[in-house]
């Protein structure tokens, strides 16, 4: 079992930064591709950017690519969502998700654990 927990989330007016965090606890990382995800409300929840952990390769939506930056730190077991630019219409909770496996996957049904999300709100 992986648990995962997110933090960083918060209020920022448009155009400015946020860092999310994402720390497993349970077993570590190695293995495993971790995905961040978003769901405003009203809206389902959309794919936002993925890494996996073997070999550090990532892939963006393209809403967010060149904005967003995913990236891991092993010795702390944690994923990161470094959030740059932000725009009003990336206001929404954010959640990790993991699964143990060596590929790549969009789809939330994919992911096997969750974490509670956190909120983002971006004024403009």
């Known amino acids: 079992q992986v648990q995962l927990v997110e933090s960083g989330g918060g209020l920022v007016q448009a155009g400015g930064s946020l860092r999310l965090s994402c720390a497993a606890s349970?077993?570590?990382?190695?293995?495993?591709?971790v995905g961040w995800f978003r769901q405003a409300p009203g809206k389902e929840r959309e794919f936002v950017t993925t890494?996996?952990?073997?070999?550090?390769?990532?892939y963006y939506a393209d809403s967010v690519k060149g904005r967003f930056t995913i990236s891991r730190d092993s010795a702390k077991n944690t994923v990161y969502l470094q959030m740059n630019s932000l725009k009003p219409e990336d206001t929404a909770v954010y959640y990790c998700?993991?699964?143990?496996?060596?590929?790549?996957?969009?789809?939330?049904?994919?992911?096997?654990?969750w974490g509670q999300g956190t909120q983002v709100t971006v004024s403009s």
């Open positions: 349970g077993r570590t990382f190695s293995g495993y591709v």
């Open positions: 998700a993991a699964r143990a496996s060596t590929e790549i996957y969009y789809r939330p049904s994919e992911y096997n654990y």
């Open positions: 890494i996996r952990w073997i070999g550090g390769i990532t």
